[in-house]
């Protein structure tokens, strides 16, 4: 890896036509820590321009996909011509386990409304109708959600109205989404009305009480691979009690009764963060971020759960727990990082994980060179401090912002202001704080938003990194060029990634793939004449 970074940036950008040039440039962007701990700027969240090839997805897949298709007991109905459902049906790795055998469980299934011209052409809000009291006949579920795909904006199905009249009329919550899928620039759009439809719709609608002393949420931990397995186990071990996960795992009655908790985890800060807020506001919980990904990430979040509630037998629980896993993760961790020490990563994926997963590159001495966010919004790169100065553009504003006030009775601080001051006060214990994957990556590295394909094949050319982490879309593309791709969104079908047992099948993974001798039989295109099979053999 020797390549010069602005060197590199300058060279990619040539072939752009002026006006995306400009763009790209303030959407590439050179890290560097300044004196006064800020980061540079980089331009987020802002429409992809056509041709370049972006990896993101729609709003509809935002909301349906990845905020509320985990649920398992939400019947999820897509409103749309059929080929919008066929990738919301079980293409995203979200597991979950049913109680019981006759637990309700729709994960299996694809609910969709099939729209054909004749309902563009007159409307399909009749045919929604039928589809909801047909899947409410079939099912009997708690709650259905409706999501809208593009076509249903387009035509003007109220599919809100809908939902309503279907409530009265057969006794269960129903509720609808406006997500269609060019309503935003991404699936981030999405994201957000998923959670203004989870607080306006589910939370607080069950008032169980829990006896146990400490109890949480896991918020944007959608249990990809059985990462949210992992940390139910660990949580469980430490005597923490978790309401709900938003939304891996979890239940209508769970995300109802979520206000319940005492403290708000947040994994994921991007897809999740409007919850965070919303519930802080209403009901007095406090949310702090935290990271499972990567042992040492793992062990400090548990801490801080311990500081949280300040107390001694559940912070020594914590410490038995730690110690117990990770001296089983030190013994993998030796041993992958003599192999594996100096390697290099890029990470390219959606929000949160091209952050978090440089934290396991590290733990086996491998360094992050060039990353990004495929919708990330400047928060995620730069950390929320640079909320206050977002400018708010036409696209975001096409956004609900739901307006917020604390509930007359149900309203309850967990924490004395003089407890939340001593705890703030505490340097590794921020609440609402979030510093974003720029300030935590090396000064000279790249970081590239909304990256293109012409832009991977440049830097894939430049760095020869040792690992892409990416996606589907850019797996083959990347391993044709010699480079061990790890999917990052799926996990090709490994993982739990999470967790102290998650690290250890990630290492595992990893130390396979980067020293696997395969790749270097490749020829990548701009380098036709690429080791041979009897110069690899020979080394
Ligand atoms: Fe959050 Fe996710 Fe991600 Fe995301 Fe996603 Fe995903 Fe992702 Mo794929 S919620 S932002 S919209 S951590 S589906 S579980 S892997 S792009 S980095």
């Not at 938003?449 to 690992?467: K, V």
Request: hydrophobic fraction near 35%; charged fraction near 25%.
């Amino acid at each position: 890896m020797s390549a010069d970074p602005r060197e590199l940036k300058e060279k990619m950008l040539q072939i752009y036509p002026k006006k995306l040039r400009q763009k790209r440039s303030e959407q590439i962007v050179i890290n560097e820590h300044r004196e006064d701990g800020s980061v540079p700027e980089i331009k987020a969240n802002v429409r992809s321009s056509p041709g370049i090839i972006t990896q993101r997805g729609c709003t509809y897949a935002g909301c349906k996909g990845v905020v509320i298709g985990p649920s398992r007991d939400i019947l999820s109905l897509v409103h749309g011509p059929i080929g919008c459902s066929f990738y919301a049906w079980l293409t995203r790795r979200n597991q979950t386990r049913p109680g019981s055998p006759e637990a309700q469980n729709f994960i299996n299934y694809c609910l969709s409304t099939d729209m054909q011209e004749e309902n563009i052409v007159f409307g399909g809000e009749k045919k929604l109708k039928e589809a909801v009291r047909e899947a409410f006949h079939l099912f009997h579920p708690k709650a259905i959600a409706i999501f809208s795909t593009c076509p249903v904006g387009l035509i003007g199905d109220d599919v809100h109205a809908v939902a309503r009249e279907m409530k009265a009329e057969l006794g269960i919550n129903i509720f609808g989404f406006s997500c269609e899928g060019y309503r935003g620039v991404s699936q981030s759009a999405g994201h957000h009305i998923a959670n203004n439809g989870l607080f306006k719709h589910i939370i607080g609608n069950n008032e169980t009480e829990h006896t146990e002393k400490f109890k949480v949420n896991l918020l944007g931990e959608y249990n990809i691979g059985g990462d949210g397995f992992v940390l139910e186990d660990i949580l469980s071990r430490c005597g923490v009690k978790q309401i709900s996960t938003f939304s891996g795992n979890s239940t209508y009655d769970g995300m109802a009764n979520s206000h319940t908790a005492d403290l708000n985890l947040v994994m994921c800060h991007r897809s999740i963060n409007y919850v965070a807020e919303m519930m802080e506001k209403r009901f007095g919980i406090p949310w702090m971020k935290v990271n499972f990904i990567g042992a040492t990430a793992s062990a400090k979040s548990l801490r801080r759960i311990g500081e949280y509630f300040e107390d001694e037998a559940l912070k020594a629980r914590i410490e038995e727990v730690i110690a117990e896993e990770m001296a089983k993760v030190e013994v993998v961790r030796e041993l992958v990082r003599s192999r594996c020490q100096g390697k290099t990563a890029m990470l390219f994926v959606g929000g949160s994980r091209a952050h978090h997963y440089q934290q396991l590159f590290s733990e086996i001495g491998m360094k992050t060179v060039v990353a990004g966010y495929e919708f990330g919004h400047r928060d995620d790169y730069e950390g929320r401090k640079v909320l206050p100065g977002l400018k708010i553009d036409a696209d975001s504003k096409n956004i609900e912002e739901v307006d917020v006030v604390p509930d007359p009775e149900r309203y309850r601080p967990r924490r004395t202001p003089e407890q939340m001051a001593r705890l703030e006060a505490m340097t590794e214990l921020e609440f609402q704080d979030y510093v974003g994957m720029m300030p935590e990556m090396d000064s000279d590295t790249m970081i590239i938003d909304d990256i293109s394909h012409h832009e991977t094949e440049r830097i894939l050319e430049a760095y020869r990194p040792d690992i892409f982490c990416a996606g589907i879309k850019e797996k083959f593309g990347v391993q044709k060029m010699g480079i061990p791709c790890k999917q990052l969104h799926s996990y090709d079908y490994g993982g739990p990634y999470a967790g102290f047992a998650g690290a250890i099948n990630f290492f595992k993974d990893i130390d396979r793939l980067v020293n696997m001798k395969i790749w270097r039989y490749a020829d990548p295109p701009w380098q036709p004449s690429a080791a041979q099979p009897e110069e690899v053999a020979a080394d």
